[in-house]
């Protein structure tokens, strides 16, 4: 309608300006429209195409934006993702490190160790080489010692018999001194006939089995002071009798240790006007060690310092006296063949009695020891495997 409107005007201007040809000039300017209206429409679909353009290129950069955030996303997890990895590298080379150091280690003890199982093997071998020398040794010296005593004996027989018969023939003839002497000899002669005894029942205990039985221990002492009864003659002993239990153990052996420690106890407190000597138990009450006495209680008095701890399977027994005592400096002397603390002057001995104690003891798994004050007395402990109950 508005270009019909325009034509028309154009038209009514061109005759009142006189144009000759309106026609054509009409139409001129209908092409000119046209071509306009041509340029328009592409100039439209241009602008529509710019337009199309540059919604695709925001839809496009917002693809890229996206596109950039989500690199930037994986490059921030990937940073992480690495953060994470070096840590997990510097975690691994510590343990790395740590496992080298504790390698080394490991290698440096191994090879301690081999050398300490290697030298304990030596050693060992050496012990075992030992024992079996001092095992012969002393086999060969037991078959010796008793060898010798049994030929000993006969000299000792010629010496004790040509004395008496010296005596009886030449008692006329012979002044004091050499009555002295003869008697000496016969001292000295009875003494090396106790001293082989002694040695070949030292010799003997090493080739006895034990023969195991329960033994009333109370039972045992009475009989061995019985037997002691000679050597108490005249004197003033006090005994004082503890609890005594039931052992397991060789009657025999047992017999002949008490009557060593018994007879100690009576020879050396042969000087005390009244000699005290006691027997009796050690038992652990309220963490004291204690003496158990005859009527069943226990009293704490001297305590024995030497006992550290009492196995449940053993009892310990002690025998007390007032004697002469010795210096505890020479306790480990105590025990030793031919080892006498007192000389042969004060006390007769041949220094072997508790050295047969001890080998006794130890025979059966047990211990023995002694406290002593010089002047004040001594006391012996010795332990042995209990009596199990209901046996």
Known sequence: MAQQQAVAQLAHEADREGVQDPESTLRAVLNILEDFNLEKGRQEETQRAVLNILDDFNLEKGRQEET???????????????????????????ILEDFNVEKTKVETA????KKEVAER????????????????ANKELEAFSYSVSHDLRAPLRHVNGFTDLLQKHAASTLDEKGKRYLRTIADSVKQMGLLIDDLLAFSKMSRTELRFA????????????????????GRRIAWTFGTLPEVRGDRAMLRQALINLLGNAVKYTRGREEAKIE??????VNGQWSMVHESGQTGVGHQPSTINHQPSNEVVIYVRDNGVGFDMQYAHKLFGVFQRLHGATEFEGTGIGLALVQRIIHKHGGRIWAESVVDKGTTFYFSLPAQAGGE
């Open 68 to 94: 950039q955030r989500a690199v930037l996303n994986i490059l921030d997890d990937f940073n992480l993702e690495k953060g994470r990895q070096e840590e997990t590298q510097r975690a691994a080379f510590n």
């Open 110 to 113: 191994s090879e301690g160790l």
């Open 121 to 136: 093997k030596r050693a060992e071998e050496e012990i075992r080489k030992r024992t079996e020398q001092v095992d012969a």
């Open 214 to 233: 329960t033994v009333n221990f109370e039972q045992l002492v009475e009989q061995v002071l019985d037997e002691l009864k000679p050597e108490m003659d």
């Open 279 to 284: 027997i009796g138990t050690v038992e652990m």
